[in-house]
């Protein structure tokens, strides 16, 4: 498995992907990041944490709500977005990764 480091919000991260999936993981490392900062600049929001859940909900919402354009592929990626089957699966595998990783965080303000 190879490993990426990639930047949420500022911090870096070192995450595992497996050969031939650095565009889809890219893809979902920079929809997190603009979730997290979009949240983060609305100023209501400081500790990273919370962040972390209201982006993942609102991901999740946007995942569960496909019929919308607000899951639009990013443009630089447009390609690589393919919907499957198991998207559900893979968002849960994403935020868990989100989770441990701000586990690991000490200083999540």
Same mark, same amino acid.
């Given at each position: %498995? ?6 949420? %919000? ?16 890219? *893809?979902? +490392?920079?929809? @997190?990041?603009?979730? %997290? ?5 609305? /100023?209501? +929001?400081? #500790? ?8 993942? &909900?609102?991901?999740?919402?946007? =995942?569960? $709500?496909? /019929? ?5 592929? #990013? ?6 977005? +393919? ?5 559900? #699966? @893979?968002? /849960? #595998?994403?935020?868990?990764? =989100? $989770?441990?990783? =701000?586990?690991? *965080? /000490?200083? &999540?303000?």
């Amino acid at each position: %498995m190879k490993q990426l480091e990639v930047q949420i %919000m500022g911090q870096s991260y070192l995450l595992g992907c497996p050969e031939g999936g650095e565009t889809s993981l890219l *893809d979902a +490392v920079e929809r @997190v990041d603009t979730a %997290m900062c979009k949240i983060r600049d609305a /100023g209501k +929001v400081k #500790a990273r944490d919370r962040i972390a859940v209201l982006a993942a &909900l609102n991901l999740a919402f946007e =995942l569960s $709500d496909r /019929g919308t354009a607000a899951l639009a592929p #990013a443009p630089r990626a447009a390609s690589a977005i +393919v919907p499957r089957a198991d998207d559900n #699966a @893979v968002l /849960g #595998a994403l935020i868990g990764r =989100l $989770d441990a990783a =701000l586990g690991q *965080d /000490g200083q &999540l303000i």
